[in-house]
């Protein structure tokens, strides 16, 4: 049991998924966010309307995207393209994928698997390399 919740931790640390999440109380707010296209959202608006969306374009005052799969609360369809205006955002999650830290991550996964597997007394397997 012990082992499976350590390959779980691994794992997670391995996804080089990076989320941040701001309650912006003006535009200088959400663009210290660096949100860039590609990045995947989830919104809630002052008039509490919940979106998912990938940033499609970063415009001076609005973010423009495409919906994603509905989460819990929200009601728009997947595939339609949004824009939400900075000046009507109440909560911003941003959710982008850092090849920074999935490399970071990566060696971190390398490094724990050879030292269980050092503890354990085995020796362990790794890819060859290039």
Known sequence: MRRTGVLVLLVLAASGCVTKSQVPLD???????????G?????????RDRISLEVTEVRQDLLVGLTLKPHAKETRAAGLVVE???????????????????????????????????????????????
């Open 39 to 47: 990045d995947e959202l989830r919104v809630v608006t002052v008039q």
């Open 27 to 37: 535009d200088a707010d959400v663009r210290e966010l660096k949100v860039r296209v």
């Open 84 to 130: 939400v205006p900075y000046a009507d955002l109440a909560m911003v999650e941003v959710t982008r994928f850092d090849s920074v830290a999935a490399a970071a991550a990566g060696a971190y996964v390398l490094l724990s698997v050879t030292a269980f597997a050092a503890v354990l007394g085995a020796v362990p397997v790794l890819p060859p390399g290039p």
